[in-house]
């Protein structure tokens, strides 16, 4: 990979940016809590979902209860799971400009333009990537897949929680699905997507690391601190708040007091 | 034609020399059936005991009359009893001693005299593909008889998957556009749907007794099932249970675990999926049900269930579109692969491009982020 440029002073640290630079509070506390729920309960879902659907352990000794518990933790944390996405989902309303929904779902033409770049970039077409302080357009597209899939999975999830517990509520939201596609399509379709999930994980530490390293701001660090460390003229210049004005030709400009309340002096 | 004999059922039963104890005990079963408390077996005797005979007529369509043999199995009470002394049946292909116009006669005599009295039992599904010449009896279709009789009947029962949404006759492709009575006949009254490959005629009994005790049907749900037969899943009543929250299961057929009574999760049992209550009243005079006898369930009392709970020695149905015998699960670990070598390659080709990007691209195009670039702003 390439030879870091930037190199950062002697009392740098992750409180201290260098000359120029400015930390960026990036990702406010229930974009990280909830990421970090879902990385784990995804884990945990994964494993104990894939034995639910082929039990690898064979059970020795006259006590065991792997099964009963690998349902059980696998309940808890689909449970857990719905809250990261219930705290995400609302989130994506109220949260700053870098994590708003418009971030994930392209809305203006200026933002499909560089989604389309970004896809240059990924495909070998074009030499550098373009730089973003949040998500780039590609990056916000795909996790917008990973939210509907989670999605279906919470719901088809909860068609098979219903068909144990029977609970009134649960069947008067989901118990009309099962009437449509059979049960059986709806455990294959939760056990697709759970492979859908594995791509993506995959896919999403590997780009971690790539921007890391070609963009060189701390975005690593930046989902356990919320911190990004930015040269100043690329927070005047985001692209993100350039792609929200479907008129914008000229570069917008970020007021000083943004500036500051983004800036820990 | 002579008017049926009105006999009172009490004496029918002394008649045949039915003892009063053997009586008693079959109403006991019922009421376990039904899932009653037990004060109500003084109900249902009172009501048998003072009911004249009712008359049942059974229709067969596209079947394979297992569910007749089914019913002629039935252990409370044996058959003979059943036939003769509890209902009169009137008209059943499979048993009935008249053929031809003969039988005819009878079947409508029954819609004549008992016009909204008579019980109508359907078996197999009905053909509605080229206005349903595929089943024809005595020149009449299928669907003519079913909306005659059934618009007629007292209470209409369809037992067995074909007559409730069509069963194996309607599993693709259904080349004779093949449907369950409900379809066939819409705004059927007074309908039980007793699905299952074949009924268990436990069941049909006690709707029957329930029917004859309170003039009324059992609670039903959404298929119109009687949810105390319908009403809860096979796995939660099953007596391998145990061994699947254990996390003992048959890997094989015959092997260790088999001979074990291990649970058969992992041979496509489709039992965490199906509801009857097979595990309870079971077959064969309560003597066993597939999962005792080492077969996994295959949810025969599921809806469209040669369709749906197919592969029945997998646990989940093969996916479309990509040929033969492929696993969800075989895609699944396909595409993870196939993105984990892609993410490889990207690796490769930046290192490619971060080596070679110097060569190519002119310092203006590609500026350094420089660390004062902000200081003008």
């Known amino acids: 990979?390439?030879?870091?440029?930037?190199?950062?002073?002697?009392?740098?640290?992750?409180?201290?940016?260098?000359?120029?630079?400015?930390?960026?509070y990036v990702w406010e506390w229930p974009v990280r809590f909830s990421h970090w729920v879902m990385v784990i309960t995804i884990i945990s879902l994964s494993i104990t979902g894939y034995y639910m659907h082929a039990p690898y352990v064979?059970?020795?000794?006259?006590?065991a209860y792997v099964m009963g518990t690998m349902r059980f933790i696998h309940l808890v944390s689909g449970f857990a799971f719905m809250a990261a996405i219930l705290i995400r989902m609302y989130w994506f309303l109220f949260a700053n400009r870098w994590s708003r929904w418009n971030q994930y779902i392209p809305t203006t033409r200026k933002r499909l333009a560089n989604l389309v770049a970004v896809g240059k970039y990924y495909a070998f077409m074009a030499w550098s990537p373009v730089r973003y302080i949040g998500h780039n357009p590609m990056a916000g597209a795909a996790y917008a897949v990973v939210y509907a899939m989670a999605?279906?999975?919470?719901?088809?999830?909860l068609v098979l929680f219903s068909q144990i517990v029977g609970s009134r509520v649960l069947l008067f939201l989901v118990g009309w699905i099962p009437r449509f596609i059979d049960i059986q399509w709806i455990r294959e379709i939760h056990f697709f997507i759970m492979f859908g999930f594995w791509m993506f994980f995959i896919h999403h530490i590997y780009t971690a690391i790539l921007v890391s390293v070609e963009e060189e701001n701390g975005l690593m660090d930046s989902i356990f601190s919320g911190y990004k460390f930015v040269p100043k003229a690329e927070l005047l210049r985001d692209p993100a708040v350039e792609e929200m004005r479907p008129d914008g030709e000229a570069a917008p400009v970020t007021s000083d007091l943004e500036q500051e309340k983004h800036t820990v002096a | 034609m002579n008017a049926l004999p009105e006999i009172e059922l009490r004496s029918a039963l002394e008649a045949r020399g039915i003892s009063r104890r053997q009586f008693v005990k079959f109403c006991s079963t019922m009421v376990a059936t039904l899932a009653l408390p037990p004060r109500y077996l003084h109900a249902v005797v009172k009501a048998l005991d003072q009911t004249t005979r009712p008359v049942l007529v059974w229709l067969e369509f596209q079947d394979c009359a297992g569910n007749s043999e089914s019913m002629l199995r039935s252990g409370y009470p044996s058959v003979g009893d059943f036939v003769l002394e509890l209902l009169s049946w009137e008209y059943h292909e499979l048993i009935m001693a008249g053929a031809g116009k003969r039988a005819e006669e009878t079947l409508e005599r029954v819609m004549r005299d008992h016009k909204g009295e008579y019980i109508a039992v359907i078996e197999g599904s009905i053909p509605m593909a080229e206005d349903g010449v595929h089943c024809t009896i005595g020149g009449k279709t299928a669907l003519d008889i079913a909306t005659r009789v059934c618009s007629n009947a007292a209470i209409n029962i369809a037992v067995g998957a074909c007559?409730?949404?069509?069963?194996?006759?309607?599993?693709?492709?259904?080349?004779?556009?093949?449907?369950g009575l409900a379809e066939a006949v819409p705004g059927i009254k007074n309908?039980?749907?007793?699905?299952?490959?074949?009924?268990?005629?436990?069941?049909?009994?006690?709707?029957?007794?329930?029917?004859?005790?309170?003039?009324?049907?059992?609670?039903l749900d959404q298929y119109h099932r009687p949810l105390f037969a319908y009403?809860?899943?096979?796995?939660?009543?099953?007596?391998r249970r145990a061994h699947y929250d254990a996390g003992r299961y048959v890997e094989e057929w015959g092997?260790?675990?088999?001979?074990?009574?291990?649970?058969?999760?992992?041979?496509?049992?489709?039992?965490p999926e199906a509801t009857y209550n097979c595990p309870t009243v079971r077959w064969n005079e309560g003597t066993s049900w597939p999962v005792k006898a080492g077969h996994g369930c295959i949810a025969c009392a599921s809806p469209r269930f040669w369709d749906t709970k197919s592969p029945f020695y997998d646990r989940l149905p093969k996916v479309p579109g990509f040929g033969v015998d492929v696993l969800a699960e075989e895609i699944g670990w396909g595409g993870t692969a196939a993105v984990g070598i892609a993410m490889l390659a990207q690796v490769a080709g930046n290192i490619v491009r971060d080596k070679t990007r110097a060569k190519n691209v002119r310092a203006e195009e590609n500026p350094p982020p420089d660390l004062n670039a902000g200081g003008s702003a």
Request: proline share 6%; with cysteine.
């Open chain 1, 1 to 24: 990979m390439k030879k870091t440029q930037r190199t950062a002073g002697t009392d740098a640290s992750w409180k201290n940016p260098v000359p120029g630079q400015v930390r960026v």
């Open chain 2, 231 to 239: 009403g809860d899943i096979i796995h939660d009543q099953c007596e």
């Open chain 2, 191 to 219: 309908l039980v749907n007793l699905g299952g490959c074949p009924h268990n005629p436990a069941n049909t009994a006690a709707v029957l007794v329930h029917y004859l005790t309170f003039h009324d049907l059992p609670a």
């Open chain 2, 255 to 271: 092997d260790e675990g088999h001979r074990k009574g291990w649970c058969l999760y992992k041979m496509g049992c489709k039992g």
């Open chain 1, 58 to 63: 064979v059970a020795r000794g006259r006590t």
């Open chain 2, 163 to 179: 007559a409730w949404d069509g069963g194996i006759v309607r599993a693709s492709p259904n080349p004779t556009g093949a449907v």
């Open chain 1, 151 to 157: 999605l279906v999975e919470i719901l088809t999830g």
